[in-house]
C-alpha cells in the first residue's frame, strides 16, 4: 500500500522540489511525525529537514498572538465582563461559566469564518427583540434583562478582544482573525520559500483566505486526498468541502487539483460486526487484534480508531499480552484516572457545608485507594479499626472532632480531609494541595512500585497549581461552586499522555488524530448515529438560519467532515472492521451508523455482517451448591454439639443447609453495617429486654394491677435505655427511627394493657421464670458422642394453674403458624413449621429438667398481633378440625424422634450439606 503521505513525496520528488527550505503545514501535529519519518525513507542522501507544522502552529506565527486555554480564556472574558458590567449585581463566576463557555465557542466561530462582528451582533440582537415581547409595553425585569444581555454581546465581545491583544493573547479564532490581516505582509516577506498544503479538507474562511492568498505565489503548493469515487459523486458528503474549493477558489481556474486518486475502488475485505454495550466492543477489538498479530505480528499498519473516545480504557485492558509494541496517540482524561475520584469526593462532601458528615461519605473517602495506606502506616488494621467503630457505634453523622477521636495518631490527615473549607476557594486548593505532598510522602517509601500513581499525583497537582494560578491573577473563584465548576472543566479537558514510540507497533487513535494516515488494517469503533456522525447538535446562541445566511458551519458541515474522515480512512485500507454498539445505552447507542448503510448500498465493495455474542456455556439452569462432608466437618459439628445445638441453629439448617455450614462450621459472620434505620432485631431486643427489666423482679410472684401500672410508668425510660445500649450512637430523635422508636413504646403498652385486662377478668397469672436458659443432653447412641441442647425461653407462667411456656415475636405470627398436621414435616418445611419447632425445643429443655407432671402449653405471643393473646402450639387430631394444645409425654416423644433424625443428618457423613432453593 501506498500512502497518501508516500505519493506526495513521490511527486515533489519527480519535480525536483527541494523540501529543505520549505515549510510544510499539515491538519495536525500527529501526520507530522509521519511525514517526516516517510520523508527520511524516501531520501537517497542527507538533507536539512523542512519546517513542518501544523495549521494551528502556522496561523499563530502569522498572527503574532499566543495562544490560550479554555480556562484561562473563561477568566479573562469574567475580567472583561466585570468591567463593562452596568448592573449592581453582577453574576458569579459559577452563574457566568454557564453560559459564557456558549458564548465564547459562538465569538471563535464568527472570527474563524470572518463574519463582520457588527453586523451579526446587532442582527442577534434584533431578532431577539423581534421574537420576544418588543411590542408589549409592561416588560417584566426578566424579559428586560434578557434583551439587555443580547445588546450587549458586542460589548462584551470588543473588550475581551481589546483587553487579549493588549497581552498579546488571543483564542483560536481571534489567531485566525488576526492571521488573515497579516497573510499579506507575511507573502511579501517570506515570498521566496516555498509553502506546501497537505491533506486538507473543511477549511474554515480564514483558513481559504490564507492558503488562496499563499497560492498566489507560484511556488506554493497544496495537495488535496480525495478519492474519484467520492469527488465525481455529487451527492456524496465525503466531497462536500473539497468540491466546492475546486468550483469556488480563484486558483483552480488556471490550475489542476493536485489530487484525485482512485484507490477507494480497489479489493478490500470490510467487516460490520454489531456489539453489544461498549465494553463488548473493547473485547471485540482485543479478540480481532489476537487474530491479526498470529498473521503480522508487528502490527505496524494497523490502526484502531475509537469513535467514541472513552473507549480508550477498556480497550487498553482488552489487548492481547503477547503485543508489546503499540502507540496511543490519544491522551487519558484525567477524570478517567482514580485519583480524580479522591478529589470528587473531597467536593461532594465539602459542597455540603461543614460537618456533621455523613458515615457513607467518610468511609468512602478514608477507603479511597490513596488514603487507606496512609491510615495503615501506624496500624496495618487502622482503617479497619476505625471502620469498625463507626459502624458498631452506628455513628451515622460525625464532627471532625468526633471523628479525630476515633484515631487520633491520625489528626493531621483527617483535618486535611474533613477540616472545613469555609466555603472558600483559596482554602479548598490549599487543602488539595497539602493532601497531595502528604499522599506523595508515603508513595515515595516505595517509589519504584508507584511509578505510576506519582505520575498521577503529578499531573494533579500541576492542575491545583494552575487553579491556584488563575485564581491569583484574576482573583475569581470565590466559593466552592465556584471552583468546582473550572475544576471539573479542567479535568474534562486536561489529559494524561503516554509515552512510547510513535511510528512502532499497533496505532490506537481517535478519528481527528488519523487525518492525512493510512493503514492496511483498520478497526474502528462505535460507528452509531449520534457519535459517528455525531447528528443534530447545537450547543450555540446563533440560530440555525443566521448560521445559514452567514456561512457558518451546522450540524451538515459538521457531519460532512465526519464523513470524509471514515471514507478516507477505508480509501486505501485493505481489511477493515467497523463496529457498532447493538444496545441502548441512555440517549445513544442501538442505532448502526449511517455510513454502514451507505457502505451497504454503494455495492463497490461485499460488506460482511455479522453480530458479536460473548460465548455463553448452556447450563441446565443454576445448580444447588453442595459441600461435601470430611472429618474436619465432623469435628467442627461435634465441637458445636459439646457447646449446644440452639433452636435458631437447627432451624437455620432446615431452612438452607449451606447456611449452617457457613455460620456454624466455618464460623462466618455476617457482616454488620450501619444501622441507618432501626433493624427489626434490634426493635425486636429493645422490647425483650425491657419486658425482663419489668417481670424479672416478680419471679415466683403473682402478677397484680399494680405491678403493671409501675411499669407502665417506666416504659419511655426503659426504652429509651435499651436504645441507647444497642443502637449506640444512632439518632433516634427524628424520621424513621423516632417512628420505630414511638412503635417498641406502643408494642409495650399494649402487651401490658392485655396483660391488666387478663387479670382484671379474673384469671391469675404467676411468673415462674424470664428469659430462663435451659440446657439437656440428648442421648443419641448411633452418634457415639454427646449432643447438648441450649436455648433461652423468654417466659415461664402459670395461668390458672397452667404452665405456659412463652416465646415474644415482634413480627406477625397467626394462629395457623403454631399448629402442625405431620411430624415428618416438622424438620423439612422451614416456612410451616420453623415456630411449632422452636417453641417445643423450649418445652423439651424444660421437661429434661423438670418432667412435667402438671398441664403445660408451650406458645408465642405475637407484638403484632396482640389481639390473638397467646398463640399455643397445637397437634391438628386426625379427622377432625380441631387441634391438642396439650404438652404431653407423646407430644415430646414424638418431637424427639424428629429432632434426633434431624441432629443424626447433621452429623452424617454420607449427607452433604446441600442448598436449598429460598
Known sequence: ????????????????????????????????????????????????????????????????????????????????????????????????????????????????????????????????????????????????????????????????????????????????????????????????????????????????????????????????????????????????????????????????????????????????????????????????????????????????????????????????????????TMGLPLKAIPLATLFEQLFDIHKKGSAPFYFKDVISLISHQFISPLLNSTNPKGLNNLIHVIESNNLIYLSLDRIIALAPEHENLLKLLFGSWNNDAAQALKQCQLLILKIKAQLDGHKAANLLALEHLFKFNSLFNELQQLNTNFKHLQTIYSLYSVYTELLTSETLDFKGEPLEGLQIMGMLESRVLDFETVIISSVNEGILPSGKTNNSFIPFDVKLENQLPTYKEKDAVYTYHFYRLIQRAKRVFILYNTEVDALKGGEKSRFITQLMWEHIHPVKTSIALPEIPITKGQQPAVIAKNQDVLEAIKAYAAKGFSPSALTSYIRNPIDFYFQKVLKIKEYNDVEETVAANTLGTVVHNCLEDFYAPLVGQQLTPEHLANMQGNIEARVTHHFKDLYKEGDISSGINLIIFEISKRYIANFLNLELTDLKAGNTIEIVAIELEAFATVSIPELGFPVKLTGKVDRIDKRNGVTRIIDYKSGQVKPTHVRISDWAHITTDYNKYSKPFQILMYAYLMNAKTPFTEPVEAGIISFKNLRSGFLPFGKTIPGTRKTDNQITSETLAAYEKELKNLILEICNLEIPFTEKPI
Request: hydrophobic fraction near 40%; charge should be neutral; include cysteine.
Open 1 to 328: 500500500m501506498t500512502t497518501f503521505i508516500q505519493e506526495v513525496l513521490q511527486d515533489l520528488a519527480k519535480q525536483n522540489i527541494t523540501l529543505a527550505d520549505s515549510i510544510i503545514v499539515l491538519p495536525s501535529k500527529r501526520a507530522g511525525v509521519f511525514l517526516k519519518h516517510q520523508l527520511a525513507q524516501s531520501l537517497k542522501q542527507p538533507i536539512f529537514s523542512p519546517t513542518i507544522l501544523s495549521i494551528e502552529e502556522f496561523v499563530e506565527e502569522l498572527s503574532q498572538l499566543q495562544a490560550i486555554s479554555n480556562t484561562e480564556l473563561l477568566f479573562e472574558f469574567y475580567d472583561t465582563y466585570l468591567q463593562v458590567q452596568t448592573n449592581k449585581t453582577p453574576e458569579s463566576f459559577d452563574a457566568f461559566c454557564k453560559w459564557a463557555q456558549i458564548l465564547l465557542q459562538d465569538f471563535n466561530e464568527i472570527d474563524r469564518y470572518l463574519i463582520p462582528q457588527n453586523n451579526i451582533f446587532e442582527y442577534l440582537s434584533a431578532i431577539k427583540e423581534l421574537t420576544h415581547w418588543s411590542l408589549d409595553p409592561n416588560k417584566t425585569d426578566f424579559v428586560k434583562n434578557y434583551l439587555v444581555f443580547w445588546k450587549k454581546l458586542k460589548t462584551y465581545y470588543n473588550a475581551l478582544i481589546t483587553q487579549l491583544k493588549s497581552k498579546q493573547k488571543g483564542y483560536q479564532g481571534l489567531i485566525y482573525r488576526e492571521a488573515v490581516n497579516s497573510v499579506t505582509t507575511y507573502c511579501l516577506e517570506q515570498a521566496s520559500k516555498r509553502h506546501i498544503f497537505l491533506g486538507f479538507n473543511a477549511l474554515n474562511k480564514a483558513e481559504e483566505q490564507i492558503i488562496q492568498e499563499l497560492l498566489k505565489n507560484p511556488l506554493n503548493k497544496i495537495y488535496w486526498d480525495i478519492d474519484q469515487v467520492f469527488f465525481n459523486n455529487k451527492k456524496h458528503d465525503a466531497s462536500l468541502f473539497i468540491r466546492k474549493h475546486y468550483q469556488t477558489w480563484p486558483y483552480f481556474k488556471n490550475n489542476p487539483i493536485n489530487w484525485i486518486a482512485n484507490n477507494y475502488k480497489n479489493p478490500k475485505e470490510i467487516s460490520v460486526i454489531g456489539v453489544p454495550k461498549n465494553v463488548g466492543q473493547a473485547k471485540c477489538i482485543g479478540n480481532l487484534l489476537h487474530t491479526l498479530h498470529q498473521t503480522d505480528p508487528s502490527l505496524n499498519s494497523t490502526a484502531v480508531v475509537l469513535g467514541e473516545e472513552s473507549l480508550l480504557l477498556p480497550v487498553l485492558n482488552s489487548i492481547p499480552k503477547n503485543i508489546k509494541a503499540l502507540n496511543i
